[in-house]
């Protein structure tokens, strides 16, 4: 049998004085139960949560394309801040949320259509999910006729101060954008490495931002949170040259990664369990840029290189497509925008470390062309 929250937590018989605990403490530690479970479990009661911050004074919205809700469930995990700080301390007011409001049909959709016809403020619109072509996507209707994905996004973007594409299938197409793409899905402002995406390359947000792109899949909570509180306190978050905060993906996986003695010595994993480098067995952290190993994940438990996976390259424009993928394949000769061949830098290292050269300086040395790159894009952009 399931008993709600509230039912649990308002009834003495059940739940003896002293062992109460307010919806803060409740929150923090069903959360570190796992995201999935207390997002199944506890919707009403996140959704009440959200809901009390609907006086607040930023107004937000959340909306969904094409997507599976995990960027959601990763959010409900966040720490730093968590998501009741994000929202009592920046006073959000999420105005919509397909899955954690309370308003459902046309008390929903109006919502949406207020912000999108500029006749309630719109500070921040969040896309999570690509945005699929024309009919291939619809939420709601309007005169009785189905509103495409498309239409929802292109309004709200212009109305929005600030954009942001939360997971990759928001910022490059992700999963719904993989070959052969049969409903051309996109992202808001690319499809895969290719500017210009459903917004187009050019575009910029009222505050004069392009969209800021916070990729993964999921995306790493605090990676959220994070980005949102510099942006509602008025910092500009410093982007690379795929619009996403250098705070969190400056460099590659492979920089921070546990596995990096491994590496240099040319020691490498023949089966999943082994302590050596996963580079072998398909690892993608050479060519991935995000900070996983450094934030871990599960509040700073563990993350996908120090565990036996590898790095599947989620936060990667590519993904899931090439060079991503395929996910359990060596990576063969990166291509040339990214500056380096990782195979040839493996060998490299190895023959360097045998003259007694610093593998780790040198590896360096055959990165710096392609993070110069990056930077000097960015600030172009900024
Ligand atoms: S290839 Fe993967 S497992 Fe090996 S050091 Fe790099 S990130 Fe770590
Ligand atoms: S380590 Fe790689 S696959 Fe794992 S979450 Fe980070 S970017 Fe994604």
């Known amino acids: 049998m399931y008993f709600s929250y509230e039912s649990v937590i308002t009834n003495p018989r059940r739940y003896p004085q002293h062992m109460r605990t307010t919806r803060r403490e409740f929150l923090k530690t069903t959360a570190a139960l796992g995201a999935a479970t207390v997002y199944t ?65 046309e008390a929903a959709t109006s919502a949406l259509r207020d912000a999108a016809e500029g006749s309630k403020p719109l500070d921040v619109f969040i896309l999570e999910g690509a945005v699929p ?83 993964g899949c999921p995306p790493h909570p605090d990676w959220i949170t994070l980005t949102l509180s510099d942006v509602l306190r ?42 050596q480098c996963l580079w072998k067995l398909g690892c993608k952290g050479p060519i991935t840029y995000a900070n996983c190993p450094e934030i871990k994940w599960n509040r700073g438990i563990n993350s996908c290189t120090t565990f036996a996976s590898g790095c599947r390259g989620c936060a990667d424009p ?26 040839l830098v493996g060998e490299t290292i190895a023959a360097a470390t045998a003259i007694g050269i610093g593998a780790h300086a040198l590896r360096r040395f055959a990165l710096k062309g392609r993070q110069g790159t990056t930077t000097e894009t960015a600030k172009e952009g900024a």
């Open 41 to 105: 479990l506890y919707a009403r009661d996140i959704a009440s949560v959200f809901s009390a911050a609907a006086e607040g004074d930023i107004h937000t919205i959340w909306f969904q394309g094409a997507a599976d809700a995990g960027c959601s469930i990763s959010l409900l995990q966040g720490a730093r801040p968590d998501l009741i700080d994000a929202i009592t301390d920046f006073k959000l007011s999420v105005d919509f949320h397909p899955n954690i409001m309370f308003p459902e049909g």
């Open 133 to 215: 072509e024309g009919n291939f996507g619809t939420v709601g209707e309007i005169d009785g006729k189905p509103v495409t994905m498309e239409t929802w996004v292109k309004q709200l973007a212009s109305q929005a101060q600030y954009v942001v594409a939360v997971g990759t299938c928001a910022t490059s197409g992700g999963i719904p954008g993989a070959y052969p793409n049969p409903t051309r899905a996109k992202g808001l402002q690319y499809y895969k490495q290719e500017k210009g995406g459903v917004l187009g390359a050019d575009f910029k947000s009222r505050a004069g931002f392009p969209v800021i792109n916070i990729p």
């Open 234 to 275: 008025g910092f500009a978050p410093h982007l690379d040259n795929y619009q996403r905060p250098t705070a969190f993906f400056g460099s590659v996986v492979h920089d921070k990664c546990p596995r990096l003695g491994y590496f240099e010595k040319n020691q490498f994993a023949s089966k999943f369990g082994d302590l």
């Open 318 to 343: 590519s993904f899931p497509d090439p060079p991503s993928s395929p996910f359990f394949k060596e990576i063969e000769a990166v291509p040339a925008p990214l500056g380096i061949d990782v195979n």
